[in-house]
Nanobody, 112 residues
Framework: QVQLVESGGGLVQTGGSLRLSCAAS????????MSWYRQAPGKEHELVAA???????TYADSMKGRFTISRDNPKNTVYLQMNSLKPEDTAVYYC??????WGQGTQVTVSS
């Protein structure tokens, strides 16, 4: 069955960095686009970034220049490098595959 397991979240100060990982299994990882979403308390899910099977990337405007999505197809893993973090980046970050599956999420908290 499809599984997405996120890791790498935590508590960081404003201006700090974190690297999230999402390990995928149960499908042909290299054939599907992968995305990162986030949900802050009381808010809707928000697209953070997406990457196509061939490596084309898209970002939400507020993340451009600060976040980088990448994938390692042999390792079945997608990453989200987050730099210059701000308190408003505090949220649960989720990995998503276009097959319709979500990971369990990883908490990112940015202190001011």
């Amino acid at each position: 069955q499809v599984q997405l397991v996120e890791s790498g979240g935590g508590l960081v100060q404003t201006g700090g960095s974190l690297r999230l990982s999402c390990a995928a299994s149960g499908f042909t990882f290299s054939s599907y686009a992968m995305s990162w979403y986030r949900q802050a308390p009381g808010k809707e899910h928000e697209l953070v970034a997406a990457i196509s099977p061939g490596g084309t990337t898209t970002y939400a405007d507020s993340m451009k220049g600060r976040f980088t999505i990448s994938r390692d197809n042999p390792k079945n893993t997608v990453y989200l490098q987050m730099n210059s973090l701000k308190p408003e980046d505090t949220a649960v970050y989720y990995c998503y595959v276009v097959l319709g599956y979500w990971g369990q999420g990883t908490q990112v908290t940015v202190s001011s």
